[in-house]
Structures are given as structure tokens and as C-alpha cells.
């Protein structure tokens, strides 16, 4: 059984480009979440995506998409890159449409300069 | 609105002794509450979740309660060693049925 990987774990940007980060889900599991951790904080709810549909989304901006693919991996990705866009990224993958339980990836480090 | 507190000053504590971690939330309603550890660098490992009909649930050396009247959970890491240093996240879903964070405590466990 594998576990949640994501690519790449480090990448450095400038503003106002365009930025794709990958998620490859736990074995078995149909859910990705996808959230963006500041440093110091916790990590913040971007979207989810159930059986390749988006299934709840937080309090971001539309430049903010994602994809989920026939295996359940899955896409974020960033438009228009801001600077305060710099954080960890983190890919969750879970068991059908609920919340218990969630295996991380160990993020992507994006920098925005 | 919806919030989840936890202490946001780290706590530092003698190896052997109890760490108590807090976990505070306002305007939810949650069947479930959970905790992750998180370490530098790496992403959330569940270790507990505790549904609101359960007052109290026990893994090994944590201990987590719930209780839905004080809207408060209480996070326990008995016999503690330098090894569970590390910062602690407690999650609910919110009313759109998706998984909040709290900010997290740092715990640091001193030899």
C-alpha cells in the first residue's frame, strides 16, 4: 500500500506566473483535499474532490482550480501568483466523501519571489 | 463564525510528565473531532478521532476528551518524552461538511 505523494517538494516562482502541483492519492482512496499551511499556522481548506467532481471548496479565489483523475490522483493548480501565495501545499487523500482520518502528503514548498 | 482555537504559545514540558493540550471551538455543532501531529517539514498524521457521544478516548500513552457542552477538547500525552516533540493540529468539520484546522500548539518535551 502506498502512500500520499506529492510533487514537486520545492519550487520557486515569481509573481504573476502560473504554477501546477500533483498529488498522488492513498491506495483505495477516491478523496483528495487539498490545503495551503503559512508558516506557524494550520493548514487552511482549499477544495475537495470526490470520484473526480469538486466537493466543497474554502475561501479562496478562482485562480485557485484543481483536477481529480480517473485514478484519484490529483492537480492544483495556480494562477496570477501573488506573493502571499508562499506556503506548504498540502494533498490529503481519504475513504469516500467523508473527513475521518486523513493521510497527508508531505506538501510542496512553494516560493513566490 | 466558525473557530477553532488552540493555544498558540508553545508549550515546553519535562520528560515523564503530562502534556495537556487545549482545543477550543465556537458557533460548531461537530459529530467528531480529531488530532494530527505534525512534524517540521512534513505533512499531518492522524492519531485520534473522538465523536461527540464519547467523552473520552485513550491510544497507547494519549488520551483525548470531548466535551460538547464547554465546546472544548482536551488533548493528553501521558509519560511524555522528547520524541513527541512536535506541534499538534485539532481538525472539525465545518457546516459545509469539510475539515477545519486550528492553528496548532508546538510541544516541546525537554530530557
Known amino acids: 500500500e502506498t502512500g500520499v505523494t506529492q510533487s514537486p517538494t520545492h519550487l520557486i516562482k515569481t509573481r504573476g506566473q502560473q504554477v501546477t502541483l500533483r498529488c498522488s492519492s492513498q491506495?483505495?482512496?477516491?478523496?483528495v483535499s487539498w490545503y495551503q499551511q503559512a508558516l506557524g499556522q494550520g493548514p487552511q481548506f482549499i477544495f475537495q474532490y470526490y470520484r473526480e467532481e469538486e466537493n466543497g471548496r474554502g475561501n479562496f479565489p478562482p485562480r485557485f482550480s484543481g483536477l481529480q483523475f480517473p485514478n484519484y490522483s490529483s492537480e492544483l493548480n495556480v494562477n496570477a501568483l501573488e506573493l502571499d501565495d508562499s506556503a506548504l501545499y498540502l494533498c490529503?487523500?481519504?475513504?469516500?466523501?467523508?473527513?475521518?482520518?486523513?493521510?497527508f502528503g508531505s506538501g510542496t514548498q512553494l516560493s513566490v519571489l | 463564525s466558525q473557530k477553532i482555537e488552540q493555544n498558540s504559545e508553545a508549550l515546553n514540558i519535562q520528560e515523564g510528565k503530562t502534556a495537556t493540550l487545549t482545543c477550543n471551538y465556537t458557533?460548531?455543532?461537530?459529530?467528531?473531532l480529531q488530532w494530527y501531529r505534525q512534524d517540521p517539514g512534513r505533512g499531518p498524521v492522524f492519531l485520534l478521532l473522538?465523536?461527540?457521544?464519547?467523552k473520552e478516548k485513550r491510544k497507547e500513552r494519549l488520551k483525548v476528551t470531548f466535551d460538547t457542552t464547554l465546546k472544548q477538547s482536551l488533548f493528553h500525552i501521558t509519560a511524555s518524552q522528547p520524541a513527541d516533540s512536535a506541534t499538534y493540529l485539532c481538525?472539525?468539520?465545518?457546516?459545509?461538511?469539510?475539515?477545519?484546522f486550528g492553528q496548532g500548539t508546538e510541544l516541546s518535551v525537554k530530557p
Open positions: 491506495s483505495g482512496h477516491n478523496t
Open positions: 473522538i465523536r461527540e457521544n464519547e
Open positions: 490529503a487523500s481519504s475513504r469516500g466523501d467523508r473527513n475521518e482520518k486523513l493521510f
Open positions: 458557533n460548531y455543532s461537530p459529530a467528531y
Open positions: 481538525a472539525l468539520e465545518n457546516q459545509g461538511g469539510k475539515l477545519i
